[in-house]
């Protein structure tokens, strides 16, 4: 089974920290992706990745950035933590075309 | 601009009988299509999906319509059981991104 591991489930932090999210997976998959979802608006595509060092913007790539330094791992990083960020976070790999697999999920509350 | 739409926020079915989830979609060039299943404090979970080329897809309760001239495709669920309570989001695929709806509530009355 593939699996797909998130660091944290719950963090809570204050504006203007500097905040790491961390995604593993464990089947050599290319492609990673962050989405966050937020009530009414769906999952929406943050960043993703098709190789190690290798990062595309998705369609709210603002206030955001990522990091492959390892094929297995995709970091998400806010630089200052907004009060707007807060949402739940997720992270998904995926193996050329088809199906995404996705983490538990990270919840970040921004005080 | 949202390119893929779910505009039934939530539903309501009774157990035993047939849920109909809905979805639009505004881009031509989408090839691929995928529901998720989502419930409370875990990460969505794949379906079931279809290909452009095919105007139904079907694995066990599960069967997903396409119709590619509306740009419409819809999940049935037969019959509908109290653990499809859930949120359900559609996806549509287009330059290796998936898309997602805004997804829909789905709940099942016993």
């Known amino acids: 089974d593939v699996k797909v591991t998130q660091s944290s489930r719950y963090l809570v932090k204050r504006t203007g920290e500097k905040v790491f999210l961390e995604c593993v997976q464990d089947?050599?998959?290319?492609?990673m992706f962050w989405y966050r979802q937020d009530p009414g608006l769906g999952l929406r595509l943050i960043y993703f990745?098709?190789?190690?060092?290798?990062?595309e913007k998705g369609d709210i790539p603002e206030g955001y950035s990522v990091s492959r330094e390892k094929k297995e791992r995709f970091s998400l990083i806010l630089e200052s933590a907004s009060t707007n960020q807060t949402s739940m976070y997720l992270c998904?790999?995926?193996?050329?075309?088809?199906?995404?697999?996705f983490g538990e999920g990270s919840r970040l509350t921004v005080l | 601009d949202q390119q893929v739409k779910q505009n039934s926020p939530s539903l309501s079915v009774q157990e035993g009988r047939i849920s109909i989830l809905n979805c639009d979609y505004t881009n031509s060039m989408f090839d691929y299509f995928l529901w998720y299943k989502k419930y409370p404090a875990e990460g969505p979970t794949f379906l079931i999906s279809i290909s452009s080329i095919k105007d139904k897809n079907e694995d066990g309760r599960f069967t997903v319509f396409l119709n590619k001239s509306a740009k419409h495709l819809s999940l049935h669920i037969v019959p509908s059981q109290p653990g499809d309570s859930a949120v359900y989001f559609c996806a549509a695929k287009g330059n290796e991104k998936l898309t997602f709806g805004t997804g829909t509530r789905l709940t099942i009355i016993p």
């Open positions: 998904a790999s995926s193996l050329g075309k088809g199906e995404l697999f």
């Open positions: 089947m050599d998959h290319e492609n």
């Open positions: 990745s098709y190789d190690v060092k290798m990062k």
